[in-house]
């Protein structure tokens, strides 16, 4: 049902088609993930900002038994924006609670200035090259011999037959920019914001494929049974010989994640002691959890699509506290949020976000949580929330 109805507010299920598929459904089961899917942003569509959410759903309801509607391309349009925007369940999880859109907005005239930094590549011989996103060019050696080339914010590495010796580049993509990578064996990697990786030019034959990273990094790796791909995260190696993946590893979070999308990956603590207690196998649709604190793995069921979610430039929060929150907003848009609310901090909600400003969900938060907020130094400071706090 969740598939379904993420699908059907995706544009990849007309109304007809969701009433067929969802009709043996029983009525709460379909009421619950339609509330649910709905997405904080209809705040910003201010033209439904007075829709009551329990009429918007009946109105669905009726919309999609109707079998004489008009076909007219301009009228599904307006009824997948009334269906997209008309309804918001969000809240403190715990409470349960719903709030109305206030009708105040946070009043600043400070403005955000957002610095905007080059990712920067550092090459063998020493040398840097900061990447413009805007152009394309050639990636030389000391020999100024091209082994790859940048496209936007994508570079590729040329293959080769053989090396014997690795050679490494470096690549630190700054806050609030991404870049992708191909690497000479196929293997894709997509790099967030904050994050670096350091990696051979090529690879040895009969070697393993190794890389380290620092932050955050979704991987599509290249099979070859003879070279398994590991990617080391000082604490965490992660092993593998082809699948798809996304690791965690921010020096200032309290943990390291794996989420596994395809095939299987073996993780081991790689400063524990190497038996079975140091490492655990994930299949598809599970998460490994490392925490620095208490140094063992932890494995849950996930939607992987909320943890992959960035690299299609999408935020997506699930019982997210907002300490959490704010720290992937920071890293996402290159900004600094200091909250002084320790109890909003504790609070999780329910968000997605996908091509907002920062300022536009900070006018969302405003408006559902009545969060106070300034501008002064360049900074975000949260002041308080008018909305009650979880207790527990």
Same mark, same amino acid.
Request: glycine fraction near 4%; avoid cysteine.
């Given at each position: 049902?969740?598939?379904?109805?993420?699908?059907?507010?995706?544009?990849?299920?007309?109304?007809?088609?969701?009433?067929?598929? $969802?009709?043996?459904?029983?009525?709460?089961?379909?009421?619950?993930?339609?509330?649910?899917?709905?997405?904080?942003?209809?705040?910003? =569509?201010?033209?439904?900002?007075?829709?009551?959410?329990?009429?918007?759903?009946?109105?669905?309801?009726?919309?999609?038994?109707?079998?004489?509607?008009?076909?007219?391309?301009?009228?599904?349009?307006?009824?997948?924006?009334?269906?997209?925007?008309?309804?918001?369940?969000?809240? =403190?999880?715990?409470?349960?609670?719903?709030?109305?859109?206030?009708?105040?907005?946070?009043?600043?005239?400070?403005?955000?200035?957002?610095?905007?930094?080059?990712?920067?590549?550092?090459?063998?011989?020493?040398?840097?090259?900061?990447?413009?996103?805007?152009?394309?060019?050639?990636?030389?050696?000391?020999?100024?011999?091209?082994?790859?080339?940048?496209?936007?914010?994508?570079?590729?590495?040329?293959?080769?037959?053989?090396?014997?010796?690795?050679?490494?580049?470096?690549?630190?993509?700054?806050?609030?920019?991404?870049?992708?990578?191909?690497?000479?064996?196929?293997?894709?990697?997509?790099?967030?914001?904050?994050?670096?990786?350091?990696?051979?030019?090529?690879?040895?034959?009969?070697?393993?494929?190794?890389?380290?990273?620092?932050?955050? @990094?979704?991987?599509?790796?290249?099979?070859?049974?003879?070279?398994?791909?590991?990617?080391?995260?000082? @604490?965490?190696?992660?092993?593998?010989?082809?699948?798809?993946?996304?690791?965690?590893?921010?020096?200032?979070?309290?943990?390291?994640?794996?989420?596994?999308?395809?095939?299987?990956?073996?993780?081991?603590?790689?400063?524990?002691?190497?038996?079975?207690?140091?490492?655990?196998?994930?299949?598809?649709?599970?998460?490994?959890?490392?925490?620095?604190?208490?140094?063992?793995?932890?494995?849950?069921?996930?939607?992987?699509? $909320?943890?992959?979610?960035?690299?299609?430039?999408?935020?997506?929060?699930?019982?997210?506290?907002?300490?959490?929150?704010?720290?992937?907003?920071?890293?996402?848009?290159?900004?600094? $949020?200091?909250?002084?609310?320790?109890?909003?901090?504790?609070?999780? *909600?329910?968000?997605? *976000?996908?091509?907002?400003?920062?300022?536009?969900?900070?006018?969302?938060?405003?408006?559902?949580?009545?969060?106070?907020?300034?501008?002064?130094?360049?900074?975000? $400071?949260?002041?308080?929330?008018?909305?009650?706090?979880?207790?527990?």
């Amino acid at each position: 049902m969740e598939y379904l109805v993420r699908d059907y507010f995706d544009g990849k299920i007309d109304d007809i088609q969701m009433f067929e598929l $969802i009709k043996d459904y029983p009525f709460e089961e379909v009421k619950k993930h339609f509330i649910n899917a709905m997405e904080i942003d209809f705040l910003l =569509f201010k033209k439904y900002s007075n829709i009551n959410s329990q009429q918007a759903f009946e109105d669905f309801l009726v919309e999609i038994k109707s079998k004489e509607k008009k076909k007219k391309k301009v009228r599904h349009n307006y009824h997948k924006i009334w269906f997209k925007y008309a309804a918001l369940f969000v809240g =403190f999880i715990g409470l349960g609670l719903v709030f109305t859109v206030l009708q105040k907005s946070n009043a600043t005239e400070a403005t955000l200035q957002i610095s905007d930094e080059a990712a920067n590549l550092y090459l063998t011989d020493g040398t840097v090259e900061k990447l413009k996103e805007s152009e394309s060019s050639n990636i030389l050696d000391s020999d100024g011999q091209v082994i790859a080339v940048q496209t936007h914010e994508k570079i590729v590495y040329r293959p080769v037959k053989e090396v014997e010796s690795l050679k490494y580049n470096e690549l630190k993509v700054p806050y609030g920019k991404k870049f992708e990578l191909e690497f000479s064996d196929g293997t894709l990697v997509f790099l967030n914001s904050g994050s670096s990786i350091r990696y051979p030019i090529h690879f040895v034959k009969n070697e393993p494929r190794e890389v380290i990273l620092k932050g955050e @990094a979704f991987f599509k790796v290249s099979k070859d049974e003879a070279r398994p791909f590991v990617v080391n995260t000082g @604490a965490v190696d992660v092993k593998v010989l082809g699948t798809e993946f996304n690791v965690s590893a921010y020096s200032e979070d309290d943990h390291i994640s794996t989420v596994l999308v395809s095939g299987s990956v073996q993780l081991y603590d790689s400063m524990g002691p190497n038996d079975e207690m140091g490492q655990v196998k994930l299949l598809p649709g599970k998460r490994g959890v490392w925490r620095k604190g208490d140094k063992d793995f932890k494995v849950d069921d996930v939607d992987t699509s $909320i943890y992959t979610s960035w690299v299609q430039d999408k935020l997506i929060f699930r019982n997210t506290p907002f300490s959490e929150m704010r720290k992937k907003l920071e890293r996402h848009y290159n900004v600094s $949020i200091i909250n002084s609310n320790e109890a909003l901090d504790k609070n999780t *909600f329910n968000a997605y *976000f996908s091509d907002e400003s920062i300022e536009e969900i900070l006018e969302i938060l405003d408006r559902t949580y009545g969060i106070e907020y300034k501008i002064e130094d360049n900074q975000i $400071i949260i002041k308080y929330s008018k909305a009650p706090m979880d207790k527990k």
